[in-house]
């Protein structure tokens, strides 16, 4: 009779959209997956996100591909799940300060020269490309309309890869409290969390956000980060035609499904108050100068009212490019850190999980590995 080789034991650290997504991939592949958060699923950044599915402005091409792939793959789920509301790809606008930092034209030529869908518009030409915008705030330089981007709801998409990883006999453990990898003699022999605690492995994936470079020094392993604090608005429902995703000089802004919109910006972020212990305060004044910036580039000017605010680190490496991948020196050691994790999030699991799997490295992410910081 033949034999069969016992399943990869896998273990995921992390219930944000990075560990879901490798979870669920991982899972559909035959692995034996238990994917470990410490609290609840979605709590981290990706709870928090404005969630802009782009590749738009300049990069490495390396990290341009794996992006518009990203883009590919939210794409294939769009019209395999016609209609969802978290997941719209209705475009986005942008436009720079009226200043010397303008680099709207010089954006327009690169995007063009890449092939990436971009649409150079005056201010009066915008209504008919993308309703709800005032066209007074844009500056004079113009716009660039992207019709090909989007925005996901990152919770929404979590709730909706969970139950398909457990179909495909995935183990959740949530609130099981901070977890760390342990290793003997070169390679990865388990996970332990502080309150759930320990599971053999074959394999790990570390995919902990902002937690990630803190956790993986634990193993002796360097990923350098600039993850900031940021901060996330939801208004409460507004009457709007808006539908693009708006990067604009003094604010960023989407829809959600709960006709609500989500703002951020990075002199928001920067007022952001962190105190000895860690813990963030945010100021009355920043929340409503952010809501005042929102009214302004929304056609009728709406009062604006918030509902609610999320206040965090952003998962961002020290050079701004993702880090995924096997580490070098210990066998079944995985990581994936990153900002645009929204854009990545479904490329990113995909191309992990066939990596984990198969053992053979995939050329999309070979620029993308720790070792690169030594
Ligand atoms: C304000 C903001 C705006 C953004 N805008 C965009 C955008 O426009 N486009 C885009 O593509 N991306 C954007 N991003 C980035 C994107 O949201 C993140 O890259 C992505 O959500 C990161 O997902 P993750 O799975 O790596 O981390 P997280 O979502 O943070 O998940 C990590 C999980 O691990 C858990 N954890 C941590 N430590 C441990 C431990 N020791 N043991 C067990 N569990 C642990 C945490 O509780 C958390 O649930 C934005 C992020 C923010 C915050």
């Not at 518009?68 to 209609?83: E, Q, V, W």
């Not at 208004?235 to 499904?257: D, G, S, W």
């Not at 945010?282 to 000017?301: C, F, M, P, W, Y």
Request: proline share 8%; hydrophobic share 45%.
């Amino acid at each position: 009779m033949p034999t069969q080789s016992p399943a990869l034991r896998v273990v995921v650290i992390g219930g944000g959209i990075f560990g879901v997504s490798s979870a669920l991939q991982l899972a559909r592949r035959g692995a034996d997956v238990t994917l470990v958060t410490e609290g609840s699923f979605a709590a981290g950044a990706s709870g928090r996100s404005l969630s802009w599915l782009n590749s738009s402005r300049r990069r490495s091409l390396p990290y341009h591909h794996l992006r518009m792939a990203g883009i590919d793959r939210y794409r294939t789920l769009a019209a395999r799940h016609p209609g969802l509301p978290w997941l719209r790809f209705d475009g986005g606008l942008t436009w720079d300060a009226e200043d010397g930092t303008n680099e709207i034209a010089a954006a327009y030529a690169y995007e063009r020269s890449l092939g990436y869908d971009s649409t150079w518009l005056q201010a009066d030409e915008i209504a008919a490309a993308t309703p709800g915008v005032d066209p007074r705030t844009v500056t004079s330089p113009g716009a660039i309309f992207n019709p090909g981007e989007g925005w996901v709801d990152l919770p929404s998409l979590i709730r909706h890869l969970l139950p398909a990883f457990e179909a495909h006999g995935g183990h959740m453990v949530a609130e099981a409290g901070p977890a760390r990898v342990e290793t003997a003699n070169g390679r990865v022999t388990g996970v332990v969390a502080a309150e759930a605690g320990r599971f053999e492995a074959d394999a790990v994936l570390v995919a902990a956000g902002p937690a990630t470079p803190k956790l993986v020094a634990g193993n002796g392993i360097t990923i350098p980060d600039a993850t900031p604090v940021s901060l996330l608005l939801e208004t409460e429902p507004v009457e709007t035609q808006l539908r693009a995703v708006l990067n604009t000089p003094r604010v960023a802004m989407r829809p959600t499904p709960r006709g609500t919109l989500v703002l951020d910006s990075a002199w928001s972020e920067e007022e952001v108050v962190t105190r000895p212990d860690g813990s963030h305060e945010v100021r009355q004044s920043t929340l409503d100068g952010l809501l005042a910036e929102a009214s302004k580039v929304l056609a009728g000017n709406p009062a604006l009212r918030l509902a609610r605010y999320g206040v965090g680190p952003k998962p961002i490496p020290l050079d701004g490019e993702p880090v995924f991948g096997a580490v070098a020196g210990i066998a079944g050691y995985h990581v994936a850190f990153s900002h645009s994790g929204a854009t990545l999030g479904l490329i990113a699991g995909e191309l992990l999980a066939e990596e984990i799997v198969t053992g053979a490295p995939h050329p999309m992410l070979a620029p993308f590995r720790a070792a690169r910081f030594g």
